[in-house]
């Protein structure tokens, strides 16, 4: 299985960025698709982004042009660049490692205020 630990989370206003990290260990992070999903209150987790082995990516809807999904595999880290936030962007982030168990990290709390 794969350890992953997301951070960068916080509290922003609307229009401003945030740029969230999650490190992973415990697997050979190259050859596997990483995912960011989302989680807002009373809500179901929802995809946010992926990015596959070979960097190709996908995002949802609602964020497509404001938020950026990346890699570097040699710090094992996925990053998600936030832009133009908005408060319905609020929702605790989590960080997927698709590996043979769909580690999932524990999150980290976006906070977007309007």
């Known amino acids: 299985q794969v350890h992953l630990v997301e951070s960068g989370g916080g509290l922003v206003q609307a229009g401003g960025s945030l740029r969230l990290s999650c490190v992973a260990s415990?697997?050979?992070?190259?050859?596997?698709?990483m995912g960011w999903y989302r989680q807002a209150p009373r809500k179901q987790r929802e995809l946010v982004a992926v990015?596959?082995?070979?960097?190709?990516?996908n995002y949802a809807d609602s964020v497509k042009g404001r938020f950026t999904i990346s890699r570097d595999n040699a710090k094992n880290t996925v990053y998600l660049q936030m832009n133009s936030l908005k408060p319905e962007d609020t929702a605790v982030y989590y960080c997927?490692?698709?590996?043979?168990?769909?580690?999932w990290g524990q999150g980290t709390q976006v906070t977007v205020s309007s």
């Open positions: 415990g697997t050979i992070f190259s050859t596997y698709a």
């Open positions: 990015i596959s082995a070979g960097g190709s990516t």
């Open positions: 997927k490692a698709y590996d043979l168990f769909g580690s």
